[in-house]
């Protein structure tokens, strides 16, 4: 899954470095954190989830849940990202690369998180199952969150962002 | 020492092939792929063949284990059904 997210080496294809080409091709801005301070905490949180996890040890097994469950539902919502972009005059490579990579690379992340890494780690210490569960359930719990801000603030006809 | 390349069959999903292989179509003429890891599809609804992108799970496709190894297909999953939202896209 790391090879995959940093090109496989290859640095034109770091999945960071297809996304700020994305970002441009929209005419957004593709630099580093740049509509950070727009971004409303319950946004934020779903990202922060995913840094706690993985920054300390104790919650590997929760990394590994958020993981696979975030592998799971990419394929399909990519697809649905690729095709939106299109729909919107967007064609270009720039503008399509990052979403259709994810279509294929995430179906491969997919079962590889949920079964071999998720699945390896429960397997190899029984004890972090429960863990494997919470990473994976706080993973729903937050992006719930996140998407009922968003959706409510398109039906009010206004910006998601601070 | 080369390990030999693997293709695992993965439960109600695609396969995973490990290591150096060579894709072609019917023809011979090569597929491309820049990966050393791909997931085939073995579902049938994948909408970028002969690569997997996810869609048995919306298909239902489940495969059954025998004697403790990996099964083929059921023949009993279903075509997705595309949703007007899908279609308007």
């Known amino acids: 899954v790391l090879a995959d997210e940093y090109g496989g080496g290859r640095p034109e294809y770091l999945h960071a470095e297809l996304y700020r080409q994305t970002l441009e091709a929209v005419g957004l801005d593709g630099s580093y954190g740049a509509y950070l301070d727009r971004l409303p905490g319950v946004t934020l949180a779903t990202v922060n989830l995913m840094s706690m996890f993985g920054a300390h040890a104790r919650w590997r097994g929760a990394i590994a849940g958020h993981l696979a469950v975030t592998e799971m539902t990419s394929s399909e919502a990519n697809r649905r990202y690729g095709r939106a972009v299109r729909r919107l005059g967007y064609t270009s490579r720039e503008a399509t690369h990052y979403f259709d990579e994810h279509v294929e690379a995430d179906a491969i992340h997919d079962v590889v998180a949920a079964h071999d890494l998720a699945g390896g780690l429960a397997e190899a210490e029984p004890d972090q199952g429960d863990t494997v569960v919470f990473g994976a359930r706080a993973l729903f719990l937050v992006e719930r969150a996140f998407a009922d801000h968003l959706l409510g603030a398109w039906a009010a006809g206004r910006s998601s962002l601070r | ?89």
Do not use: N, W
Not at chain 2, 52 to 63: E, I, P, Q, W
């Open chain 2, 1 to 89: 020492m080369t390990r030999a390349t693997e293709i695992a069959c993965y439960p109600d999903g695609p396969l995973i092939v490990r290591g150096p292989v060579r894709l072609v179509d019917a023809t011979g003429t090569r597929i491309p792929t820049r990966r050393t890891t791909i997931a085939l599809c073995r579902c049938g609804h994948s909408r970028i063949k002969p690569f997997c992108d996810g869609t048995h799970r919306t298909t239902g496709f489940a495969t059954q284990e025998e004697d403790g190894r990996p099964g083929t297909a059921r023949a009993d999953h279903h075509a997705p059904e595309p949703s007007c939202a899908e279609e308007a896209g």
